[in-house]
């Protein structure tokens, strides 16, 4: 994972790098330990690479010192050095034959097997990095490289042949790409301060429609906007040629399955086995590094699960959790009852942060996430990986998105689950879900949202199981919003919209903000494209089962975690933990 920067311009020549410097140290804490630019111009003398003082001292490349050279377009790069740590990973990177230029900002999983397909097929590679692999694909394929990789990427790509310029990002959004047109043109950046950086002077307004999404609804990062007027998120799962005046029309070349298998085409046998061969995979993948890895461990469901499936193909991991002994938050004896269970292999690291922790870092991480943010536990978050990355932890695999991929908010998703139950004439699995449910504290509450959900076609239904009561229940806001404002109330496009513009987009904006503030680079298993598509396509019966949240996970596991893990019912988020005076 790295940090990239560019522009291109529509009229007027640059004609020192200065702007593109300033762009690319604006997100040098994104890449410590190598630092890339290119300018491109018209005419003979096309392009120059330029070496600073953050540049590999052992690049054996051909390099310039001269920062005054007329050019319309300009990549940066930092580099945080995961794969290929030699010099030979240096980005922006050319191609052998100079026809294409890549500054890239991400990981392709599987660029080993990649790179075996592609040299069966007669290509050769001077490296070993996923950069080359990336390059090499697009060659071979084109723009249909990206249903190829496995992995997150942000990358601007120049195709010599075409003079003309890529931008494309992963699947889901895993990695960010800031974008913002201008009247000189367009400029990019993996952070919003990159972009300010370049646009000298001319600074956006704020967007006061993102103020009162965050203010009064709570929401942030819908649908690609930001909280700066002319500043968007490029869409995931896009790609798109920038036109000379630097516009762009995104074409999207993957998108979420949209409609779900029945229990009859799908059996719960055929389907536990592929979910433990996919997210075991995923985690294999995602545990390869030429740079020591580290896993996060909460204590709840999905943490516990990655760590289990690890252990199967790594002879040691090493593991960390934080402890904050005598709260209600405290998860610890839960992580310890999965470290108990696998013994030596594992390398178990307990943290206790401290209030004056925060207080000192309070500042530098506001300065740093660019937009506001919903809770402080997000510095205590980027504390751990602090802790790991002082223990020479570059790599952390951590159990993000779970929830959003299994259906895992009980507020969420359970009354939307009940409601479908009741459209479908399905009254007795109806009855035996409420009654079971393992996180609910009155079944009255979810009846409750369950009878406001409903059409008013089906209230009868369920009036006589209901009361609405005067006072609020947990999941009813005081003034609720239309409910045009928000995911959909039915569940599958529910999912389906918080995996993408009502909640998945800020998890990983900020989170990815957060991590390479360090840096420390996030993987997530269950962001695997192949695990998403997956939990997208099973029946909604074997994710919400019994009244349990992603049950067939817990059923598909029996073997590898304990039972107080396992089917505990207590969920808090990782690292909750109220600060003094906060």
């Known amino acids: 994972m790295c940090g990239i920067s560019g522009y291109l311009l529509r009229q007027h020549l640059e004609r020192s790098a200065e702007r593109i410097f300033r762009m690319t140290r604006a997100i040098a804490h994104r890449g410590p330990d190598d630092e890339g630019l290119t300018l491109f111009a018209h005419g003979q003398r096309q392009s120059i690479n330029i070496s600073t003082d953050h540049t590999f001292s052992a690049i054996n490349r051909s390099f310039e010192v001269e920062v005054s050279f007329p050019h319309y377009m300009a990549f940066g790069h930092r580099r945080f050095s995961i794969i290929d740590i030699s010099p030979d990973g240096h980005q922006p990177f050319w191609s052998r034959d100079r026809q294409v230029c890549v500054s890239f900002n991400g990981e392709i999983y599987n660029y080993i097997e990649l790179r075996q397909q592609l040299e069966a097929k007669g290509y050769i590679f001077e490296t070993q990095s996923d ?118 029309c995104p074409k999207t070349y993957w998108q979420l399955p949209s409609v779900r298998t029945n229990e009859a085409h799908c059996s719960l046998q055929e389907a536990k086995a592929q979910f433990r061969q996919i997210l075991t995979d995923a985690v294999q993948l995602r545990s390869h590094a030429d740079v020591p890895i580290g896993f996060t461990l909460s204590g709840g469901l999905d943490s516990s699960s990655l760590v289990a499936l690890a252990t199967q193909s790594l002879e040691s991991l090493n593991v960390y959790t934080v402890a904050f002994p005598g709260t209600k938050s405290n998860e610890e004896p839960f992580a310890n009852a999965v470290i108990q269970r696998f013994g030596k292999q594992i390398n178990y690291q307990v943290l206790y942060p401290q209030d004056e922790d925060f207080f000192e870092q309070a500042d530098i991480y506001v300065a740093l996430i660019d937009e506001p943010f919903h809770s402080p536990t997000l510095l205590t978050d980027q504390g751990i990986m602090r802790r790991m990355s002082q223990d020479g932890i570059r790599v952390c695999i951590n159990g993000a998105a779970g929830d959003e991929t299994l ?63 005067s006072d609020l229940n947990p999941f009813i806001q005081p003034n609720p919003a239309p409910r045009k404002y928000g995911p959909s109330s039915e569940i599958d496009q529910r999912l389906i919209d918080n995996m993408g513009p009502w909640l998945m987009n800020y998890w990983l904006r900020s989170g990815n903000t957060s991590f390479m503030g360090v840096p420390m680079e996030s993987r997530m298993p269950f962001l695997d494209y192949r695990f998403v598509e997956l939990a997208f396509t099973l029946p909604l019966s074997y994710l919400i089962r019994d009244g349990w949240l992603k049950w067939i996970m817990r059923d598909s596991l029996q073997d590898l975690l304990p039972p107080e893990v396992l089917w505990r019912k207590a969920k808090w988020a990782f690292l909750f933990h109220s600060v003094h005076g906060c």
């Open 131 to 248: 950069t080359e692999v990336l390059v090499i694909a697009y060659l071979h394929w084109g723009v249909e490289c990206f249903q190829y990789f496995n992995g997150f990427w942000a990358i601007s790509l120049y195709d010599d042949r075409q003079k003309a310029v890529l931008l494309a990002r992963d699947r889901i959004g895993v990695a960010p790409l800031y974008v913002s047109q201008t009247s000189e043109g367009l400029f990019w950046s993996s952070e919003i301060k990159g972009i300010l950086a370049g646009l000298e002077g001319s600074l956006p307004c704020i967007n006061k429609q993102a103020v009162q999404d965050f203010v009064v609804h709570g929401r942030r990062d819908l649908f690609d906007q930001t909280f700066y007027e002319g500043i968007t998120t490029f869409p995931s799962a896009s790609y798109a040629w920038i036109e000379a005046d630097g516009s762009y």
């Open 407 to 469: 259906a895992g908010y009980g507020g969420e998703y359970f009354a939307p689950y009940l409601t479908q139950l009741l459209k479908q004439g399905q009254i007795a699995r109806f009855i035996h879900e409420i009654a079971d449910f393992s996180e609910h504290q009155s079944p009255k509450n979810y009846l409750t949202t369950l009878y406001r959900l409903l059409p008013d076609s089906l209230q009868h239904l369920a009036k006589p199981f209901t009361h609405v009561p």
